[in-house]
């Protein structure tokens, strides 16, 4: 893609993007090219700016049960979270809890008290009955950015849902249950094939995937990175090679402390990936930026930092972490650190970093 050289009219400001989550509205530059040029750009590698949020749109869909289920149903409105609760894609129930801001599992029960139970108990989602057509006429993408829909309960996630978190843990390990995992993680991938087409049907101008998998405390992994390299990344892998098949790029969302499962989120096949903070993602970089595209929390500025501090800031920034080839994001976690100067500062010196014809 021919990119011209900066040049300081960019900087004119041309619109804003709200802010779902609260916060004040980002503004948008004069862009030399769409925002969804340039975020395929970077995920190939081949970066115009550094890019941020403002380049993409998430969606997640309320035809999708798990969404309503996790409170998590964003189309062109959010719904209002404390309507959400009830029966996932496999009928499991969540109940929304108002002081975590989401959903968990109906406790108490656990649907499988083995994970050799599963091929008798689990009663597979048909993806054909559910309501796409409400969804369709709530969603509008436009060509402009990058639209990536968000799919929650991934694989140790839905064995979560299915056998509470300590019985889900210890069936990784047990030798008599691995099997069986296995199994279910690999039909949950043939699933979530699946569900990409179904997307892709319904919703025409998605350019990626994110899928939910979480994998970390605020200290630690859950398990070892030999169980989820044995356990959870072949069946991951089976779906992001299908993602790259269609030509579209894969993100992977994993909360926690999840330094030491980095080398998996690669094997597995993740383009890119945003650690919370507990994470040294200046460290990441260093060690894994040429092999996946890492979101990067910037260090904190002072409040009362003047704007030649925050632009320098930003330099700095910039000198590290636009690494011709090596492209970074700066994601939701690193919105705090986003101040105006510091937002232009990056933006003006990664388009001259990185160059153009």
């Known amino acids: 893609m021919a990119v011209p050289k900066f040049d300081e009219k960019?900087?004119?400001?041309?619109?804003?993007?709200?802010?779902?989550?609260?916060?004040?509205?980002?503004?948008?530059?004069?862009?030399?090219?769409?925002?969804?040029?340039?975020?395929?750009?970077?995920?190939k590698r081949e970066p115009v700016w550094q890019i941020t949020t403002i380049e993409t749109r998430m969606f997640s869909p309320k035809a999708n049960p798990d969404n309503v289920a996790?409170?998590?149903?964003?189309?062109?409105?959010?719904?209002?979270?404390?309507?959400?609760?009830?029966?996932?894609?496999?009928?499991?129930?969540?109940?929304?809890?108002?002081?975590?801001g989401g959903s968990m599992v109906k406790p108490g029960n656990p649907f499988l008290k083995n994970a050799n139970e599963w091929e008798e108990k689990l009663v597979w989602p048909d993806l054909d009955k559910w309501d796409?057509?409400?969804?369709?006429?709530?969603?509008?993408?436009?060509?402009?950015?990058?639209?990536?829909?968000?799919?929650?309960?991934?694989?140790?996630?839905?064995?979560?849902?299915?056998?509470?978190?300590?019985?889900?843990?210890?069936?990784?390990?047990?030798?008599?249950?691995?099997?069986?995992?296995?199994a279910l993680f690999d039909k949950l991938s043939d699933l979530y094939i699946k569900l990409v087409d179904k997307y892709l049907e319904h919703f025409p101008g998605i350019?990626?995937?994110?899928?939910?998998?979480?994998?970390?405390?605020?200290?630690?992994?859950?398990?070892?990175?030999?169980?989820?390299?044995?356990?959870?990344?072949?069946?991951?892998?089976?779906?992001?090679?299908?993602?790259?098949?269609?030509?579209?790029?894969?993100?992977?969302?994993?909360?926690?402390?999840?330094?030491?499962?980095?080398?998996?989120?690669?094997?597995?096949?993740?383009d890119s990936w945003s650690g919370q903070p507990m994470n040294d993602t200046h460290m990441l970089y260093e060690k894994y930026g040429d092999k996946i595209i890492l979101g990067i929390i910037p260090d904190p500025l002072n409040p009362d930092a003047s704007e030649e501090e925050q632009r320098a800031a930003a330099a700095k920034y910039v000198e590290k972490f636009c690494q011709p080839g090596k492209p970074s994001l700066l994601g939701f976690y690193a919105a705090p650190m986003l101040t105006p100067a510091f937002r232009e500062e990056v933006y003006k010196l990664s388009r001259i970093r990185y160059g153009g014809k």
């Open 10 to 43: 960019e900087l004119k400001v041309v619109g804003e993007v709200p802010n779902r989550f609260g916060g004040p509205p980002t503004p948008l530059y004069d862009f030399p090219v769409s925002r969804k040029e340039a975020y395929i750009a970077a995920l």
């Open 70 to 100: 996790r409170a998590f149903v964003i189309e062109d409105e959010m719904m209002p979270p404390d309507l959400g609760g009830g029966k996932d894609m496999f009928g499991i129930e969540w109940v929304y809890v108002p002081v975590a």
């Open 132 to 182: 796409w057509k409400v969804s369709e006429k709530a969603i509008n993408l436009s060509p402009d950015v990058y639209n990536i829909p968000t799919v929650l309960n991934g694989w140790f996630e839905r064995l979560i849902s299915f056998m509470d978190f300590d019985n889900a843990v210890i069936a990784l390990i047990d030798d008599e249950q691995k099997d069986a995992v296995k």
């Open 207 to 270: 350019d990626g995937f994110n899928f939910h998998d979480d994998w970390g405390a605020q200290k630690d992994t859950f398990f070892s990175p030999a169980t989820c390299n044995e356990m959870i990344v072949p069946a991951m892998r089976k779906l992001t090679d299908y993602i790259h098949s269609k030509g579209m790029f894969a993100d992977f969302h994993c909360c926690g402390q999840d330094e030491k499962q980095v080398p998996n989120m690669i094997a597995a096949g993740w």
